[in-house]
């Protein structure tokens, strides 16, 4: 199974700012199938990114992914207000399909 | 547009069983291109993939649940659906169902059904 960790658990910013999360796979996650989704109170996880940097469908520009491997990065470029939420990492390369733990994007 | 809608029983007791049934509209099941997932996620904690199902009705389960779990697909009416037996307290947790792709990962997902677990 690959165990999923995401850090930090809590990244305390400003709108305006930018937010630099990290996810780390071990063992490694191949061919950089590894996606990020945003989950806001009350709300059903919503997909960002896939394939470790591609941009899901109507999602804004200012959220990028990038990495590979073991380590990998969403970052916000600059945090609007519906943008705090918690943000998980997920990959999708090996049965078990596994999730990381969450990091929490909050003002 | 994709959409995805679980329904069932959101309290059940223990020992008991669950089922569940995803409606989905804007999206074929026979489709060969997506598998047709569960995941569940405990109050304040991760989400967790249960398994999928394909058109073809192969599967995929999370192993711990293997033993528990039975999931099925109904193309003519564009449902699929979870059973997991002997449930106890730990099963309590939003369940959702998703659309499952090789390379976009889980791209919609219902709005989640909350399942208790208690007598």
């Known amino acids: 199974e690959i165990v999923l960790t995401q850090s930090p658990g809590t990244l305390s910013l400003s709108p305006g700012e930018r937010a630099t999360l990290s996810c780390r796979a071990s063992p490694g996650v191949s061919s950089g199938f590894l996606a990020w989704y945003q989950q806001r109170p009350g709300q059903a996880p919503r997909l960002l990114i896939y394939?470790?940097?591609s941009r899901a469908t109507g999602i804004p520009d200012r959220f990028s992914g990038s990495g590979a491997g073991a380590d990998f990065t969403l970052t916000i470029s600059r945090l609007e207000a519906e943008d705090f939420a918690v943000y998980y990492c997920q990959q999708y390369a090996n049965s078990p399909w596994t999730f990381g733990q969450g990091t929490k994007v909050e003002i | 547009q994709v959409q995805l809608q679980e329904s069932g029983s959101g309290l059940v007791k223990p020992s008991e069983t669950l089922s569940l049934t995803c409606s989905v509209s804007?999206?074929?099941?026979?489709?060969?291109?997506?598998?047709w997932s569960w995941i569940r996620q405990p109050p304040g904690k991760a989400p967790e993939w249960i398994g999928y199902?394909?058109?073809?009705?192969?599967?995929s389960f999370f192993s711990p649940l293997k033993s528990r779990l039975t999931m099925s697909l109904d193309s003519s009416s564009s449902q699929f659906s979870l059973r997991l037996t002997s449930l106890t307290a730990a099963d309590s947790a939003v369940y959702y169902c998703?659309?499952?792709?090789?390379?976009?990962?889980?791209?919609?997902w219902g709005p989640g059904i909350l399942v208790t677990v208690s007598s």
């Open positions: 394939g470790a940097s």
């Open positions: 804007g999206a074929s099941t026979s489709s060969g291109r997506y598998t």
């Open positions: 199902i394909t058109h073809s009705g192969s599967t």
């Open positions: 998703a659309r499952s792709h090789l390379l976009y990962a889980f791209d919609y």
